[in-house]
């Protein structure tokens, strides 16, 4: 291999890590906190403004005030809806709720049969207890906000390196 050929394999082994590292990010925000972030190639599922249809693409590229979806330049004041299932405080409080009934019930069974030395048996207060817990967990646990509405607090931004809102994503060999 002459010279020149490494050399040029070199550069153009520069060049790609620079545009890897100068990657711009697309983020949903709320006031002042991200919601969403999305990198060139993840998947993107959005409505248009005036439409109930559901498009499903991928990011292709990113310009300052819109987005290309596979071969399709779309402005951020056109996007209606962004797509994407998120958890909130509700979610949490109603996998405690579901834990805590479901650990109330064992640790009464538990208590009744190797403690007391009984035999398995229901007491009423906590069964009715351990069912209210659960049933009122369970929807709390599962129900999860699957879209949301551009505009107001909700703004669409196209972040670049050095914003405070853009992520560095991390190096595979970085330890």
Same mark, same amino acid.
């Given at each position: 291999?002459?010279?020149?050929?490494?050399?040029?394999? &070199?550069?153009? $082994?520069?060049?790609?890590?620079? !545009?890897?590292?100068? +990657?711009?990010?697309? @983020?949903?925000?709320?006031?002042? /906190?991200?919601?969403?972030?999305?990198?060139?190639?993840?998947?993107?599922?959005?409505?248009?403004?005036?439409?109930?249809?559901?498009?499903?693409?991928?990011?292709?590229?990113?310009?300052?005030?819109?987005?290309?979806?596979?071969?399709?330049?779309?402005?951020?004041?056109?996007?209606?809806?962004?797509?994407?299932?998120?958890?909130?405080?509700?979610?949490?409080?109603?996998? &405690?709720?579901? $834990?805590?009934?479901?650990?109330? !019930?064992?640790?009464? +069974?538990?208590?009744? @049969?190797?403690?007391?030395?009984? /035999?398995?048996?229901?007491?009423?207060?906590?069964?009715?207890?351990?069912?209210?817990?659960?049933?009122?967990?369970?929807?709390?646990?599962?129900?999860?906000?699957?879209?949301?509405?551009?505009?107001?607090?909700?703004?669409?931004?196209?972040?670049?390196?050095?914003?405070?809102?853009?992520?560095?994503?991390?190096?595979?060999?970085?330890?």
């Amino acid at each position: 291999m002459t010279i020149f050929k490494q050399l040029l394999i &070199l550069i153009l $082994a520069l060049f790609t890590l620079q !545009f890897a590292m100068a +990657q711009k990010q697309f @983020v949903l925000l709320k006031k002042e /906190k991200v919601i969403l972030r999305l990198n060139p190639g993840d998947e993107f599922v959005f409505s248009l403004k005036g439409s109930k249809n559901i498009q499903r693409s991928y990011v292709n590229n990113l310009f300052d005030t819109a987005v290309m979806v596979h071969k399709t330049v779309i402005p951020f004041q056109k996007i209606d809806k962004v797509y994407f299932t998120r958890s909130n405080f509700g979610n949490v409080v109603g996998g &405690l709720l579901v $834990a805590g009934g479901i650990g109330y !019930f064992l640790i009464d +069974q538990i208590n009744v @049969v190797i403690v007391n030395g009984d /035999k398995a048996s229901l007491n009423d207060n906590v069964t009715t207890t351990s069912i209210a817990m659960v049933g009122v967990g369970l929807p709390m646990m599962l129900i999860k906000k699957k879209h949301q509405r551009i505009g107001g607090k909700y703004k669409l931004l196209t972040v670049k390196e050095g914003s405070p809102f853009y992520l560095k994503p991390l190096d595979k060999f970085e330890f």
